[in-house]
Nanobody, 127 residues
């Protein structure tokens, strides 16, 4: 089993920045990729970004490219999502997820491909 704990959410004005963290514990050696998803009220959970735990490759959804950066600290079993130039449409609950099987590229982009999920952290961007 892998446990994931997100932190770093909060309220920020448009144009501001936040850094989300996701700390993994348990059977962390089984993790191949870690991703971030977000879910706004009344909407489906959507892919934000993913990083391959082995080779460091990353992938981003188009709406956050150039604004968000995903990085990892393998020694701490933690990934960081640096979010800059935040917009009101970035408001959502952000979830961290871990995958055990993805081997090629950065990582999966569909929720059902992930094996473990965190509890989520709220990000609110005011206009």
């Amino acid at each position: 089993q892998v446990q994931l704990v997100e932190s770093g959410g909060g309220l920020v004005q448009a144009g501001g920045s936040l850094r989300l963290s996701c700390a993994a514990s348990g059977r962390t050696l089984s993790i191949n990729a870690m991703g971030w998803f977000r879910q706004a009220p009344g909407k489906e959970r959507e892919f934000v970004s993913v990083i391959n735990y082995r080779n460091g490759r990353t992938s981003y959804t188009d709406s956050v490219k150039g604004r968000f950066t995903l990085s990892r600290d393998n020694a701490k079993n933690t990934v960081y999502l640096q979010m800059n130039s935040l917009k009101p449409e970035d408001t959502a609950v952000y979830f961290c997820a871990a995958d055990r099987t993805y081997l090629v590229g950065a990582g999966p982009q569909l929720p059902h491909e992930y094996d473990y999920w965190g509890q989520g952290t709220q990000v609110t961007v005011s206009s």
